[in-house]
């Protein structure tokens, strides 16, 4: 059974940073690209970035590059996201998702592993 564990989130103000993990399970995720997601209430689910698992190639949104940063860790089977200058409107419920690494990896319709998500809000 696969599980996306995701950990990490908080209350921060602006300007700080958190660090979000996903810790994977259930599969071998060599082929995979691992998203990240996020969900502000009242809008639509939006691409943060992804990481492919073999290789570590990254993509990024445009609204966080250059502050977020996406690293994994093969032995621990963890993704991490690194979030630096955060802004209110960073906040939202940010999920980390997995799918094959084929096609595009920044519709969420084409993930298959969702974790729970976790709660991410940056005071003004």
């Known amino acids: 059974q696969v599980q996306l564990v995701e950990s990490g989130g908080g209350l921060v103000q602006a300007g700080g940073s958190l660090r979000l993990s996903c810790a994977a399970s259930?599969?071998?995720?060599?082929?995979?690209?691992m998203g990240w997601f996020r969900q502000a209430p009242g809008k639509e689910r939006e691409f943060v970035g992804a990481?492919?698992?073999?290789?570590?190639?990254?993509y990024y949104a445009d609204s966080v590059k250059g502050r977020f940063t996406i690293s994994r860790d093969n032995a621990k089977r963890t993704v991490y996201l690194q979030m630096n200058s955060l802004k209110p409107e960073d906040t939202a419920v940010y999920y980390c998702?997995?799918?094959?690494?084929?096609?595009?990896?920044?519709?969420?319709?084409?993930?298959?592993?969702w974790g729970q998500g976790t709660q991410v809000t940056v005071s003004s």
């Open positions: 990481i492919r698992w073999s290789g570590g190639s990254t």
């Open positions: 998702a997995a799918k094959r690494f084929q096609g595009s990896i920044e519709l969420s319709a084409g993930y298959e592993y």
């Open positions: 259930g599969r071998t995720f060599s082929n995979y690209a």
